[in-house]
Every structure is written in C-alpha cells, then in structure tokens.
Nanobody, 131 residues
Framework: QVQLVESGGGEVQSGGSLSLSCRAS????????IGWVRQAPGKNREGVSF????????WYLDSVKGRFTISTHYASNTAYLQMNSLKPEDTGTYYC????????????????????????WGRGTQITVSS
C-alpha cells in the first residue's frame, strides 16, 4: 500500500517562499515518478510539477516555471517542492501524487495526464499567498 505523507506549506506574503515535502512508502521514488497537483477554491485541479528520479526528467506548469523547483532525496524516499516568488494565484491545496501504474514513466507524461487521475494521494497541504 502506498502512503504519501506531506509536510510544509502555510501562509506567506506575495514574493515569499515556502517548501513542501512528501515522504513516500510502499514504492521507491527511484522507480516511480511523483509530484504535486493543486486545487484552488472554485477552480479546476491542475498539475504543478512532477519528477522522475531515475532519468532526471521534470515537468512544470507554465505559470510556475522559474519559480518552483522539484527534487527528490533517494535515501529518505522523499520528494520536495521549493516554491519561490509566490503569487496570490498560487494559493490552493497542494496534493502529493503518484501512481503504481507509472513505473519509470517520464515526468512529461504526468504533466499531460488528467490531474485527478492518480491512484495515490497525500492528504493535502494548504498554501495561502496574500497580496
């Protein structure tokens, strides 16, 4: 059984930084890609960023490119999302996601996927960016 335990997040003013972490158990991040999707009130869910640690591929939503950085730590089987230059439109609930059907899948394939179509989810972390 896959478990994704998230930490981090919170509230920050526009231009500030926050980080998220997601510790995975039940699968190895060296074999499976992982990332985050977010949902703001009244808006559709959207993919934010994904990573495949094996081939080093990453994918970012256009609006976060240059501001967010995703990474993984092999020994702790943990993914990280560093978020800089945050904007009010980044506000939302961020969910760590992966899928047991995506063995060795490149990060780009997750970016093209329906952001609701993952079989493993963290509980979600609130990010609030005030103007």
């Amino acid at each position: 059984q896959v478990q994704l335990v998230e930490s981090g997040g919170g509230e920050v003013q526009s231009g500030g930084s926050l980080s998220l972490s997601c510790r995975a158990s039940g699968l190895s991040l060296d074999d499976y890609p992982i990332g985050w999707v977010r949902q703001a009130p009244g808006k559709n869910r959207e993919g934010v960023s994904f990573i495949n640690s094996r081939d080093g591929s990453t994918w970012y939503l256009d609006s976060v490119k240059g501001r967010f950085t995703i990474s993984t730590h092999y020994a702790s089987n943990t993914a990280y999302l560093q978020m800089n230059s945050l904007k009010p439109e980044d506000t939302g609930t961020y969910y760590c996601v992966t899928d047991r059907g995506l063995f060795l899948a490149p990060a780009q394939s997750l970016g093209a996927r329906d952001p609701s179509n993952f079989d493993s989810w963290g509980r979600g972390t609130q990010i609030t960016v005030s103007s």
